[in-house]
């Protein structure tokens, strides 16, 4: 069932891997097949290593496996809200990259200082609130879902495709698991440049808005040019 969603999916979790995002079995990603409704995501705790595409995991998007012998990934739930809450999107990346997590753990947004991050986000990528005792408490995951998708009602979230959960880390998503996982790769790399930037000046200035519209639409706009047709 979905060979080539599996393929995508597995495919995508291993470039976090060459990626140097995830450390031991951290990290996962999924994709979606809005047709059939259904999700093939990486299973928990299973090496990355020797991972098959029959080793995903295809749930609905209820969380109940249609197919496969593993346990899916314990984020499954934040996922599945997110597919929900954003039409649009076809994959979701969650890592502990190091620096975009450490702008999480600091809960700040990370800020748009320069054209490489604007080319993929189109402002600052936001943090969420903190989850309260009771978010914690039951449905964790799901309510982590909830809080990413309060911060972006009333954004598109095609045009910050990243978010940094107040003291956990970065979810990502794309059109497809391979756009999740690039943007995840992206986010990790304008997450260290960023840092270093209000290292050498505390007080760096955000791109100007319009030179940040430059280069977001020249890449995503309805007359986006780069690239090849
Ligand atoms: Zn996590």
Redesign the pocket.
């Known amino acids: 069932m979905l060979e080539e969603l599996r393929k995508q999916v597995l495919e995508a979790n291993l470039e976090l891997v060459r990626a140097g995002l995830v450390l031991y079995t ?2 996962n990603a999924s994709g979606i097949s809005r047709a059939d409704g259904l999700v093939a995501i990486k299973p928990s705790g299973v090496p990355y290593e020797g991972m098959r595409p029959e080793d995903l995991v295809v749930t609905d998007l209820e969380g109940r496996t249609v197919e496969g012998s593993l346990r899916p990934s314990s ?1 499954l739930a934040t996922h599945l809200v997110l597919y929900r809450s954003f039409p649009a999107i076809g994959g979701v990346v ?3 990259s190091r620096f975009a997590t450490a702008w999480a753990q600091a809960r700040r947004p990370i800020p748009c200082l320069g054209t490489t991050h604007a080319d993929y986000f189109r402002g600052p990528v936001p943090v969420t609130s903190a989850l309260d005792a009771r978010e914690i408490e039951s449905a964790y995951e799901a309510n982590t879902g909830e809080v990413i998708a309060r911060r972006f009602a009333g954004t598109d979230p095609m045009e910050v495709p990243a978010v940094l ?1 107040a003291g ?2 970065p979810f990502c998503w794309g059109a497809s698991a391979a756009e999740a996982a690039h943007n995840a790769v992206i986010l990790e790399y304008v997450a260290e440049m960023s840092y270093y930037s209000v290292t050498l000046a505390e007080a760096a200035e955000e791109l100007d808005p319009a030179h940040l519209d430059k280069h977001f639409l020249r890449k995503h706009g309805a007359a986006a040019y780069y690239g090849q047709k």
């Open positions: 951290f990290g984020d969650h890592t502990h959960v956990h880390g």
